[in-house]
């Protein structure tokens, strides 16, 4: 009863995270500002990090953990950069 309802909750949350991944690429693409593409992108990458995740405990796998984990080493320093990028204009300073 329990590996069926941890199969049934992995797949639920990995249509959910597909489903919030596409929300966010439409804010992306259609946000008003650049500081709300800036934002989606964040929370683009932090999905797609939690679906990676999602899919290591669903095959045992670790190579998607350690995916995972560059995906949120090098989205938490493209969102820096641009992040400071809109605050002043140059990155290296």
């Not at 989606?40 to 999602?54: E, F, P, R």
């Amino acid at each position: 009863m329990s590996t069926l309802f941890l199969a049934w909750a992995i797949t639920t949350s990995q249509i959910i995270l597909g489903f919030a991944m596409g929300c966010a690429a439409w804010r992306v693409a259609v946000g008003p500002r650049a500081q709300d593409r800036v934002l989606g992108l964040d929370t683009l990458y932090v999905n797609a990090m939690l679906l990676l995740v999602t899919f290591g405990i669903q095959t045992g796998r670790t190579l998607y953990f350690e995916s995972a984990l560059a995906i949120g080493i090098l989205g938490f320093t493209g969102t820096v950069a641009l992040s400071k990028f809109l605050m002043r204009g140059e990155v290296i300073e």
